[in-house]
Structure formats: C-alpha cells, structure tokens
C-alpha cells in the first residue's frame, strides 16, 4: 500500500497527493499528530533527510517533494514527448513552487485580509506569465499537445489561491481554462470529491503543525510560545 506521511493537512504534501491522483494510485493518508508519531518516524529510518512528507510507494522510501513529483511524473508518462518538453515542465514547475509559497503561508498570516493581499501581490506576478505560456504553447497545455505534470502542479497551486480570492482567474480565460480540465481528469475529480482531500489549512493546522514540531506559533496566536515551553 502506498502510503503518505505528513501532517494532518493539505501542506508540501499535497501536490503528491494530486499526482497519485492523476495517476489513479490508491493512498493512505497517514497523519503526523503528536511529537511522539514524528519521534517514532524518525526512529523508523525512513525519512532519508529526517523531512516530511514521506511517500511510501514500491518499496521506495521518498523525500523531498520534487522528487516525488518527478517520480510520479516519470511512472505515469507525465514529461512530455522530448528532451525541450521535460526541461519546460521543470521550469515550470520551478516557477509554480515560487508561486505556491504564498498559499503555503496564508493560514499562518494573522488576519484572512493579509493573506489574500499576499495571494493577489503574487498572483499579479506569476499569472500573466502561466498565461502568457499557454498562450505560446497554442495547445491548451503548459508543453506539448498533452497533459503533463507542469499543468498538474500549476491547477493544484491555483486550487489553493481559489479557495482564498474564487474570482482570481477571471482576468486569465486560459488559466481557467486549463483548471477546469485539470480537475475533470478522473483520478482528480475522484479525489477532489474523496474523503482523502483534507480540508484547507486554517487555525487548528496551524496550532497542530507547531505542536508536532514543538515550535513556537505565530505572534498574533494567543500564548504563542505554548509548546515551545512544553519541550523545554
């Protein structure tokens, strides 16, 4: 059984999660709650780099996102038909990793205003450029006459934006476009829909991530050094 280790959230895990999705590989979900679950991961001797998420799949113990993207890319023929069409799934998906980190860090802002602010600054950055791409593609798709894995990172990434500012794509037709074919591909739709989805990142992801790690919380959080204390 393919299995996944993170936190209980959406996180640096989720873009795996779509690409066993399109991929239609059944997955456990196996969520890091407590500082002991992390503690006994780290004493299995399967995080490589002693990081989260964790893919468990084929025997294969997997670190470090990209890479599992890439792998699951390389096993569902997702980099296109040529040597120019892999190199531009790599930019873009170079690019969609600069572009996400602004939703990765929205439910840790202290007010739902700063981070939509932060989501549009960003937007105005990148979406012109992803738009621009598909428009000089010509084929609906970020490369090539195909889906491939740049446009499934890129629709997961707006996904994210979508669920802060849902009018975000009005001004890019080819953007929406391609979200709206992304999540109609069956192994998305099955898992926008499955109980596998977890919820969008808010107060208690937050709480529970900086428990976990035994970190501090964000300033704005009441008694934000609760666990900080808890390990001294």
Same mark, same amino acid.
């Given at each position: 059984m393919t299995r996944l280790h993170y936190f209980k959230g959406r996180g640096r895990a989720e873009t795996t999660r779509w690409m066993l999705a399109i991929n239609q590989i059944e997955f456990e979900n196996v969520a890091i709650e407590t500082p002991q679950d992390l503690a006994d991961l780290r004493a299995s001797g399967k995080l490589p780099f002693d990081q989260m998420p964790l893919l468990e799949i084929s025997g294969l113990n997997l670190s470090q996102s =990209? @890479?599992?993207? #890439? +792998? *699951? $890319? &390389? *096993? %569902?023929?997702? +980099?296109g038909d040529s040597d120019t069409d892999a190199v531009?799934?790599?930019?873009i998906a %170079?690019? !969609?990793?600069?572009?996400?980190? @602004?939703?990765?860090? $929205?439910?840790f802002q202290a007010t739902d205003n700063i981070a939509k602010a932060a989501l549009c600054t960003r937007f105005s950055k990148f979406g012109p450029r992803f738009e621009a791409r598909l428009a000089s593609n010509g084929t609906g798709f970020c490369v090539g006459a195909g889906l491939t894995f740049a446009d499934v990172v890129l629709v997961e990434a707006l996904s994210s934006y979508l669920d802060w500012c849902p009018d975000i794509l009005a001004d890019t037709p080819k953007l929406d476009a391609l979200y709206k074919r992304v999540?109609?591909?069956? %192994?998305? $739709?099955? +898992?926008? =829909?499955s109980a596998q989805q977890l919820p969008i990142a808010g107060d208690q992801y937050v709480i529970d991530v900086a428990s976990v790690l035994q970190? @501090? *919380?964000p300033a704005h959080m009441p008694d934000p050094? #609760?666990? !900080? &204390?808890a390990q001294a």
């Open positions: =990209t @890479a599992m993207i #890439r +792998y *699951l $890319a &390389r *096993l %569902g023929d997702l +980099y531009w799934c790599d930019m %170079g690019a !969609v990793a600069d572009f996400a980190e @602004a939703s990765m860090q $929205a439910a999540i109609a591909e069956p %192994g998305i $739709a099955n +898992y926008l =829909t970190r @501090a *919380l050094g #609760r666990f !900080v &204390r």
